[in-house]
């Protein structure tokens, strides 16, 4: 095969290289979710990170109280009403965090080769020689020899703010470890993580139903991510509990996988769930440093191929204190997308970083160079022989109107979609150019009040990759006449002229459903 790389196309030029970034409307296809604290609460720092590229908004319940991610969302809905910039709502659950409780919240310094004891009683203070912990089936679940980390929000890689320790001995329900690097740990509360071993806590704690069935209630939230995803029974009993929730049963499920137990059992999960997060910095020390790499491959190819979104985790830490990202992680950012990502998450960086809206637009750039050289005839044809013979009805129409566009290089797709199916399926294909998905509201009547559907649906679009939602009004229904759907085709050109994606001259593939039939068709537009 002629090509080097897998997913770039060839040959690049060198000068073009060097060409400056053009900036758009649409930063990236990739998009971009963001985690939200501390440095990113204001108005202010939100509408930066919603003009940065920013579209979907992560809430970790590991630490603050409904109230103050209340106060943050109230803030959100004020910047996504003043910079007109849509945003879809994540509830991220704590899940069976193994957590150091420190409540003096004074540093504690560890020294190489020291021991410490871990222990289930929580009314010791924390110190060099002793940290107690959330959970008292930890010395049941370890052994002489394993492998615990210690560290603060989660660990960076960076062995200053991260300790590794070995279990040298079990003693009752105490753990006694012995300290292989220096470190100081900082703050109140560090997450600890006992590599390859079965925790056994249930993957949604009693907090978390709490949390989903007030807040997430309240907050009619687009998605959950499910913390431990360890196996598919993980995400069937999460599903039954939403479903009982009202609005929630809409909710779309992430599952996380973050450990090896969950990536044994991928493919089952992958099936149940409506897209994987990829938590690299848990697998990242569960696994040996030189697998990461692989099951991070492996993982985003299946999330392609089943049409389901992959969000990658950590990508830019160092960004956390720093304005520029290292060539490491640049690279990472990229091949990311190469491998076929969705969406990158910001954890730390956005939360409690110093630079939330530079890390953005840096992480939405790097992406967009790296979207130009990706090899789409690859993929696509990939994607194709994947789907097999016959198709479906709607991944043929799919796969015909991402081929039109790129034979006749469309500027955008138009894609009119009712439950954002459709549209998922084209970008499953991974067009070169934005698909507008406009999402035509579907009317619903519990026979004491009309409602309008839509919503829910164009918010989930914003995780995945090059789909961009516009609501339509309501009074245009999906498969109507050709005279209504013509005037919602105006408003779909309006959004994209005024987005600067379409200019005059351009042409525009459509797919629409007229009637029972499903039509794609190309326009070139005049003025």
Known sequence: ????????????????????????????????????????????????????????????????????????????????????????????????????????????TLKADGLVTLTPNQDQEASSEVLPINFNGLAKAVKKGDTIFVGQYLFTGSETTSVWLEV???????????????????????????????????????????????????????????????????????????????????????????????????????????????????????????????????????????????????????MTDNLRPTRAEATDVANAVLDGSDAILLGAETLRGLYPVETISTVGRICAEAEKVFNQDLYFKKTVKYVGEPMTHLESIASSAVRAAIKVKASVIICFTSSGRAARLIAKYRPTMPVISVVIPRVKTNQLKWSFSGAFEARQSLIVRGLFPMLADPRHPAESTSATNESVLKVALDHGKHAGVIKSHDRVVVCQKVGDASVVKIIELED
């Open 168 to 318: 040298d001995e079990v003693k009752g329900d105490d753990v006694i470890c012995l300290s292989r690097n220096a470190a100081t740990l900082a703050g109140s509360l560090f997450t600890l993580h006992a590599s390859q071993v079965h925790i056994d806590l249930p993957t949604l704690t009693e907090k978390d139903k709490e949390v989903i069935s007030t807040w997430g209630v309240q907050n009619k939230i687009d998605f959950l991510s499910l913390s431990y995803c360890r196996h598919a029974e993980d995400v069937r009993q999460t599903r039954e509990m939403l479903k009982k929730l009202g609005d929630l049963s809409q909710t779309q499920i992430f599952a996380k996988i973050e450990n090896v137990e969950g990536l044994t059992h991928f493919d089952e999960i992958l099936q149940e769930a409506d897209g994987i997060i990829l938590s690299r910095g848990n697998l990242g020390i569960d696994l040996p440093p030189e697998k990461v790499f692989l099951f991070q491959k492996a993982a985003l190819y299946k999330c392609n191929m089943a049409g389901k979104p992959a969000v990658l985790t950590r990508v830019v830490d160092s």
């Open 1 to 108: 095969m002629h090509s080097s790389h897998l997913l770039l196309e060839e040959p690049i030029r060198m000068a073009s290289i060097l060409e400056p970034s053009k900036s758009s409307f649409f930063p990236a296809l990739t998009k971009i979710v963001g985690t939200l604290g501390p440095k990113s609460r204001s108005v202010e720092a939100l509408s930066g990170c919603l003009k940065a590229g920013m579209s979907v908004a992560r809430f970790d319940f590991s630490w603050g109280d409904a109230d103050y991610h209340q106060e943050t969302l109230d803030n959100l809905k004020v910047a996504v009403r003043s910079t007109k910039k849509l945003c879809a709502v994540m509830l991220d659950t704590v899940g069976p965090e193994l957590q150091v409780i420190n409540k003096s919240e004074k540093a504690i």
